[in-house]
């Protein structure tokens, strides 16, 4: 009879779950598989400013492929998206092991490194493009003080121009990587450190051989959330160069944003915007198995 009655109440609070998790379902599956499904149907289709059911096949991954431009924000993609992920991450975790040391107003440096987090791309950019235009940003104001030979014009500069928007992604989110990586460090047991230090380990080998390694997931963690701020960076490249000089930091958020809603070539804006999907796919998959196959 106790038996009964138990598993009486589990499945009542299985049902009583499944109402709660039901809206959060349902709406996940509208709003993010379902539009999914009708970008898939676009780019079949012969799609402008506004959507068609007039059916092409391929046509628009064709276009996509030969377009130069196309090809030119993958490139650019793969540099920003590389060094911005390194950088970030590596910036990140040495900082988080710095405070890890209990410093002195440790939360001031948190909070100080967590503030650029707190404010928008758009005005990064804005704040970046004026440090970095040479007529009145830092160029100018180095010269002023007497060095009239300094130069750095990076974001005139259209094989440079990519650069300024590495530097300027991880400003904002370094601090971001870091309390990723601070929360990792601070779940380590201490048992396990005073273990190592009763061993004899120092602090660069107890931290490269005890607490690195067994936070792994919060470098998994940590280069996932990266990685997909690399690829959707749309606000701060738009404030900081527009995607210019030229085509030169061009990426493919921005790509997909002009064909569909500047150029009305919504057809290959939304051929673009699933293979942006794909990549995402290929670069995060492999992470999450390795990860699905260490847990288990």
Known sequence: MVQQHKKSFQRRDQIIAGLMLSPTILAAIFFIYAFILWTIWLSLTRSTILPSNHFIGLANYRDLFGSSRWWRS??????????????????????????????????????????????????????????????????????????????????????LAIYTVVIAAVWQTSGFM?????????????????????????????????????????????????????????????????????YSTNVPTIFMYVFSFERGEMGVGAASALIMLLVMMIVVLPFVLLDARRRA
Request: hydrophobic residues 55%; charged residues 10%; proline residues 3%.
């Open 178 to 246: 870091m309390a990723i990586f601070l929360a990792g460090l601070r779940g380590v047991s201490a048992d396990v450190i005073k273990a190592a230090r009763i061993d004899g380990a120092g602090t660069v080998r107890l931290y490269t051989r005890v607490i690195l390694p067994s936070i792994s997931s919060t470098f998994f963690v940590a280069f996932i959330l990266s990685a997909g701020l690399a690829i959707k960076a749309f606000g701060l490249i738009i404030a900081l160069t527009g995607g210019g000089p030229g």
């Open 74 to 159: 993958l490139s650019n993609l793969g540099v920003f998206g590389g060094l911005y992920v390194l950088i970030s991450m590596t910036i990140g975790l040495v900082l988080a092991i710095l405070i890890d040391q209990k410093v002195r107003g440790e939360r001031l440096w948190q909070m100080v490194f967590l503030y650029p987090m707190a404010i928008s791309a758009v005005v990064t950019g804005v704040a970046w493009r004026w440090l970095l235009d040479p007529s009145y940003g830092l160029q100018a104001i180095i010269r002023s003080l007497g060095f009239s030979h300094f130069h750095f014009a990076w974001i005139d500069d259209p094989d």
